[in-house]
């Protein structure tokens, strides 16, 4: 059998669904900019021919993001269907408004995991970079969820602010009872670009942090899964355009992007049924004119903060 | 052609039928070629 | 034997996409392997599933047809994709 590739596939395996972009938060590293209300989001029927679409080409994996998907008016809805479909359904979210009974809900309906952004060990440290967030929060979201038995994970954004408490963030994780908790260091996408020089660490920070990582792998080796991508976005870049993954980004208004640090917009799902978007991003992969900005960015990363100005490809 | 000898006939055509050539079946990890790691999936 | 909780199974031309979401593992087969996946999913038994693909293909290939049937199922184990679970009955 030659090597399997996202083109063999007939449809993508994996979603990313940017539900919303509404957020109760304003981050000082948010990769999508989050915050307001963008204009022309999915309305409901728009949003349910999409999910039709993904049960009918066997999608087997979602994970619906924001803004903060919690304040979306149909997030319960959707994930009944996705869940009554026996789709693994991840939410990523920063756990603000996960109270008793929607950590119940959750349960029932067997999400394959919640994914908290917690930035930080202590309250001050998280929201100097969460503006407006409540570190407790976020912190007893997680105990809620574990009591109920839902898989929990742990999301870290190094910056300058936070970079030296991620030893003892990954410990809390571990006396929480999490899954995973996941890091990197930080995107230079969205509002995380604008703001780049007062957030992104040193090398000498980024040294010491990747050592404290490597040191918690092994002693939580088989107790908790403590993962660190060790390269930056360039290198992710430069790595799918061998290889594209087998996912597509979805926005709130039903663009569908190439992937987080390029521009490119290969379809519109208002427009376009999920299998014809499907093709559109395989051919992208091979246009010359995103092969050539991916070139330019990966030579001139401060080209990364034209991210979200969407062009269509 | 009488009903016993069309049973007889149709047990040797299933007999005959032509049958598939084995291929070992295969498994092989794609995950990294496939899928971005959940930190650098931009969502 | 049966599946992992969060083992999604998809068919494809090629064959088939075995998808644990839980670990985020993709494992792609070819077309003999799907079909093993589709016996295993209708609850064969290890047995069961040597003689349904012996009865299919070449008669002279049994032997190799059972090693390699073998060999499939203890890789699908060691991925976490098949539970070993003697306790669930077997219904062929």
């Known amino acids: ?313 | 052609m009488r009903k016993k000898e069309k049973a007889v006939v149709q047990r040797n055509c299933k007999n005959n039928k032509k049958k598939q050539r084995w291929q070992k079946p295969t498994l092989e990890d794609v995950s990294e070629k496939i899928m971005a790691q959940p930190y650098i999936r931009f969502t | 034997m049966t599946f992992a909780e969060y083992v999604k199974i998809r068919q494809e031309k090629f064959g088939a996409v075995i998808f644990e979401t839980l670990k985020e593992k993709i494992f792609v087969t070819n077309k003999t392997g799907k079909a093993i996946l589709n016996l295993l999913n209708q609850g064969y038994s290890l047995d069961k599933i040597i003689a349904n693909l012996t009865d299919n293909y070449e008669a002279d290939m049994a032997e190799i047809i059972k090693n390699d049937v073998v060999t499939f199922i203890n890789q699908l184990k060691d991925n976490n994709i098949l539970l070993n679970d003697s306790s669930n009955p077997i219904t062929q």
Not at chain 1, 100 to 121: C, N, P, W, Y
Not at chain 1, 190 to 211: Q, T, V
Not at chain 1, 251 to 273: E, Y
Request: glycine share 6%; hydrophobic share 40%.
């Open chain 1, 1 to 313: 059998m030659n090597p399997i590739t996202f083109e063999d596939l007939q449809a993508p395996l994996f979603v990313a669904w940017q539900i919303n972009s509404a957020c109760n938060l304003e981050c000082l590293h948010c990769c999508e900019e989050a915050g307001h209300r963008i204009p022309g989001e999915l309305n409901k029927q728009e949003v349910f021919h999409f999910l039709q679409q993904i049960v009918e080409l066997n999608i087997p994996y979602v994970a619906i993001s924001g803004g903060e998907p919690f304040l979306h008016p149909h997030f319960f809805t959707i994930c009944e269907f996705l869940s009554k479909h026996n789709i693994s359904i991840k939410v990523e979210t920063n756990g603000e408004f996960i109270d008793e009974e929607k950590a119940k809900k959750i349960a029932q309906l067997r999400f394959r995991s919640v994914q908290i952004s917690l930035d930080g060990a202590t309250a001050s440290t998280h929201e100097r970079l969460r503006l407006r967030g409540d570190w407790n929060k976020a912190v007893s979201a997680c105990r809620l969820l574990i009591k109920k038995g839902v898989n929990t994970e742990i999301v870290f954004v190094p910056t300058k602010f936070n970079i030296q408490e991620i030893g003892q963030l990954i410990d809390l994780a571990y006396s929480l009872g999490v899954y995973g908790i996941y890091t990197g260091k930080i995107m230079r996408i969205g509002r995380a670009a604008k703001n780049w020089d007062i957030l992104c660490p040193s090398e000498k920070d980024y040294e010491s942090f990747f050592k404290t990582l490597n040191d918690k792998v092994d002693y939580y080796d088989g107790k908790m899964k403590v993962y660190y991508y060790p390269y930056d976005v360039i290198e992710e870049l430069k790595y799918r355009l061998k290889f594209p993954a087998a996912s597509l980004l979805v926005l709130p208004n039903g663009k569908v992007k190439l992937i987080g640090p390029l521009p490119f917009i290969c379809g519109d799902l208002k427009k376009q049924s999920l299998t014809e978007v499907w093709q559109n991003y395989k051919r992208a992969w091979r246009n010359p004119k995103v092969i050539e900005f991916a070139q330019r960015v990966i030579a001139n990363p401060k080209l990364l903060a034209e991210s979200n100005r969407w062009r269509k490809v």
